[in-house]
């Protein structure tokens, strides 16, 4: 038997911007506010199907630089291209990590800075 990932927790200043920001990038919905500065988010099946819900939890420490655990996203309904248009009109920023000049992949941070990469491959919707 192995486990799977239910949850994704993610610290943050502000979860309010970013469960709006996650909500149009992965087309989630709030789920549940389990405390005050607790939101999570997630598909509308809710909790428990294939996809992980993702759990914001306000904190006032500092992001300590770069993630070590990041987030790969990748398009279903449009190319690439027109998938990193949406994701920059939703808030997304560009950002530099040291990637290929021809890498494949855009690296984008999130209203916060949290880094996350959106790569190449179609995949179909959940």
Known sequence: ??????EIVLQCHDPE????FWCEVLDFVELDREAEGCIEIGPREGFGGPQSTIFLIRTDLPKPGNNRLH??????DRDQAAEL???LAAGAV???VG????????????PEGNEFC???TRLAPV
Not at 71 to 76: G, H, L, S, Y
């Open 1 to 6: 038997m192995a486990c799977r990932i239910s």
């Open 17 to 20: 911007v970013l469960a709006r």
């Open 71 to 76: 987030i790969d996203v990748n398009p279903t």
């Open 85 to 87: 248009e949406r994701l």
């Open 94 to 96: 560009p950002v530099d």
């Open 99 to 110: 990637q290929p000049e021809d890498a494949t992949w855009h690296v984008l941070a999130d």
């Open 118 to 120: 959106l790569l190449r």
